[in-house]
């Protein structure tokens, strides 16, 4: 992974102004996940600093699910979804959290055996709500958060104080 090929991954996250709602800038990460090279650098930097750690990664729906695959797949280990409330046939832990423009819950099975080790990663850290209410989850059910990642980290939101040390492959 070079320095030129994670400068090009981040310039294909298109920044959408008003989405979901006025004064939210939306990251959109579907251009970098459309193109296999930015994808592989982003990937290869997600599991970097984790390598040998975890045995399955956990991704938050819904963006999150996409990482989480590939990560999966690149580091030879299993996915394990975490859904927003209502989605599994089987949940066996749910907690709610905030985000920056409203509140949800999400919710995962136990498909795992306890004492798992966990990498947990989503596409964004805004003000951390998710990645926590993840972390909350993962170890309801018994399992050790390894480390948390994303892709990106929006600086000034206090996302990495409500969650903890958290790699961001890129900080804007």
Do not use: N, W
């Not at 892709?151 to 040390?165: A, H, K, N």
Request: glycine letters at 10%; aromatic letters at 4%.
């Amino acid at each position: 992974m070079t320095s030129e090929a994670l400068a090009r991954a981040e310039s294909l996250i298109a920044t959408i102004p008003d989405f979901p709602e006025p004064g939210i800038l939306f990251r959109d990460i579907s251009p970098l996940m459309a193109d296999a090279a930015a994808l592989r650098a982003v990937v290869d930097a997600v599991i970097e600093p984790f390598a040998d750690a975890f045995d399955v990664v956990a991704g938050v729906e819904a963006r999150g699910f996409m990482l989480a695959g590939a990560v999966a797949i690149a580091a030879g280990v299993g996915m394990a979804p975490i859904r927003k409330a209502g989605k599994l046939p089987r949940p066996a832990a749910s907690v709610d959290y905030a985000l920056e423009y409203g509140t949800a819950s999400i919710e995962m099975s136990d498909d795992l055996p306890r004492g798992c080790r966990v990498l947990l990663v989503d596409d964004i850290l805004a003000t951390g709500g998710t990645l926590r209410a993840g972390q909350q989850l993962l170890a309801e059910l018994g399992l050790v958060c390894a480390g948390t990642a994303v892709i990106m980290e929006l600086d000034g939101l206090g996302g990495r104080d409500v969650c903890g040390p958290v790699h961001s492959v890129f900080r804007v």
